[in-house]
């Protein structure tokens, strides 16, 4: 399905920066750091989409080949 990898998820963290995530979302950065491994829960990754677009946008550029 849509469903990130572990990498994109880290890419997509990265690009927005985890302290800013966390602070964003009122969540800790080992929350932050438990999506690296679990994956970004859909209802945040549908916000995110929307608040931070450009975080995205490379991931989707490097599915295209």
Do not use: C
Not at 20 to 32: V, Y
Not at 47 to 53: E, G, N, Q
């Amino acid at each position: 399905g849509d469903l990130m990898t572990e990498q994109e998820t880290a890419q997509v963290i990265d690009a927005i920066g985890a302290s800013k995530l966390a602070a964003h979302l009122g969540l800790t950065l080992s929350a932050i750091s438990q999506w690296k491994r679990n994956g970004i829960p859909r209802a945040q990754e549908r916000y995110l989409r929307l608040v931070f677009p450009h975080a995205f946008l490379k991931q989707e550029k490097g599915e295209e080949k």
